[in-house]
């Protein structure tokens, strides 16, 4: 069992960054994607950032350009740098682990590729 937490989401004016972090415990596979997926509320949740464990990433192109997704597999911790952040960027923000083909999938990362969730955190970008 792997276990996902997340922390770092907060409040901040449209223009501001948060950095968010994701904790990995319990069982660590050495091939994965892991992303970063976000919900708004009435919306389906969507990937916004993924890295595999090759180190290749790829973006939403909503988020391109301002959003960053490392790792540090030292530490089995994942983060997301959000830069000129949006209203439109408020959403439940949570982080996720597959297998590593997940990280290509055509058309996005699917939520039913990724059988490791953590419980969100919260991101507020006020105009």
């Known amino acids: 069992q792997m276990q996902l937490v997340e922390s770092g989401g907060g409040s901040v004016q449209s223009g501001g960054s948060l950095r968010l972090s994701c904790a990995a415990s319990?069982?660590?596979?050495?091939?994965?994607?892991m992303t970063w997926f976000r919900q708004a509320p009435g919306k389906e949740r969507e990937g916004v950032a993924g890295?595999?464990?090759?180190?290749?990433?790829r973006y939403a192109d909503s988020v391109k350009g301002r959003f960053t997704i490392s790792q540090d597999n030292a530490k089995n911790m994942l983060f997301l740098q959000m830069n000129s952040l949006k209203p439109e960027d408020t959403a439940m923000y949570y982080c996720?682990?597959?297998?590593?083909?997940?990280?290509?999938?055509?058309?996005?990362?699917?939520?039913?590729?990724?059988?490791?969730w953590g419980q969100g955190t919260q991101v507020s970008v006020s105009s």
């Open positions: 890295i595999d464990s090759d180190g290749s990433t």
């Open positions: 319990g069982y660590t596979y050495s091939s994965y994607c």
């Open positions: 996720a682990t597959g297998p590593k083909w997940a990280c290509s999938s055509h058309g996005g990362y699917r939520v039913v590729d990724f059988g490791y």
